[in-house]
C-alpha cells in the first residue's frame, strides 16, 4: 500500500472507531459535516480532519507528525490562526519541516460503494512529505480498513 495511502486508512479507521463519521452516510445523528481530532497515528502525534464534499463522501485528511506548537499560525488570531478546515496547513509551506512530517487528502466514499477513492498515490492530494520522513512512513505496517476498502474508483 503506498505509505502516504497508509495514513489516509489510519485516520479514517480512528474516525470511524471515535464514531465522528459513518460509512453508511450522514444521518440527523452524525457528526459528519466537518471536523477534525487531534490523535496519535502510527505513534505520533496527528491531527485527523473530515469535510462533507456533498454526495455522501467526505474529504479526509491526515497531518502526521504534527506538532502544534511549532505551527507559525497556532495563536494567531481572526482569519490567520489555524483552525483545522482545510485539508493543508495555513502556514506557507516553506514552514512545513518544523512542524508537520507529512499531510495527505483523499475523498471517503460512502454512496455507490465504500472506500477510499483512487489506487496507490493515484488521488491522493495535497500530499506533503518532510525531508526524511519517506522510509518512516514505509516502516509503518499495513493497517487494515474498518469496514471499507482502501482503494477504488474515482469519481468526478
Known sequence: MDPLRKLVVLGT??????GLIHLDGPSTADRDD????????AGHASVVMWSNIGFEELRISVWWKYDHSRHPQA??????RERFSCSTPLASKTKYPGFVGA??????ERKDGKYLQGK?????????????ELQNLLQIA???PA???AEG???L
Open 120 to 132: 496507490g498515490r493515484e488521488h491522493l492530494f495535497d500530499t506533503y512529505v518532510r525531508k526524511g
Open 75 to 80: 495563536e494567531l488570531t481572526g482569519n490567520h
Open 153 to 155: 474508483r474515482f469519481h
Open 103 to 108: 499531510c495527505v487528502s483523499t475523498w471517503l
Open 142 to 144: 499495513q493497517p487494515v
Open 147 to 149: 469496514g471499507y476498502s
Open 34 to 41: 466537518d471536523g477534525h481530532v487531534l490523535t496519535a497515528i
Open 13 to 18: 479507521n480512528e474516525l470511524l472507531s471515535r
